[in-house]
Nanobody, 119 residues
Framework: DVQLVESGGGSVQAGGSLRLSCPVR?????MAWFRQAPGKERERVAA???????NYAASVQGRFTISKDGASDTLYLQMNSLKAEDTAMYYC?????????????????WGRGTQVTVS
């Protein structure tokens, strides 16, 4: 099942920025962003637990920011200083746990993905 819908992907030059969005109205628990490049395993790049505590993969630390807007119930991933290595399909995901699992199997709800290409 595809319960979430991401948007905001696209093509951008290295050094540029993109902001991904994922409506999460009605969902509670940990919320996270994953990405998967061809031939690679899906990896968690950013996570936000129920209390708002965030965690980032080392590869995106200082460049990406995960946040949730209370007014619109939308999860965001702000991506700055993009690199070619960031090229991947990006997914938003929600876990039923209040704290954030590291692995994909810990997340119940997923979007279909939005493509980010950096060149």
């Amino acid at each position: 099942d595809v319960q979430l819908v991401e948007s905001g992907g696209g093509s951008v030059q290295a050094g540029g920025s993109l902001r991904l969005s994922c409506p999460v109205r009605g969902y509670i628990g940990c919320m996270a962003w994953f990405r998967q490049a061809p031939g690679k395993e899906r990896e968690r790049v950013a996570a936000r637990d129920y209390d708002g505590v965030t965690n980032y993969a080392a590869s995106v630390q200082g460049r990406f920011t995960i946040s949730k807007d209370g007014a619109s119930d939308t999860l965001y991933l702000q991506m700055n200083s993009l690199k070619a290595e960031d090229t991947a399909m990006y997914y938003c995901a929600v876990s039923l746990e209040y704290r954030c699992p590291l692995w994909t199997r810990g997340y119940k709800y997923w979007g279909r993905g939005t493509q980010v290409t950096v060149s």
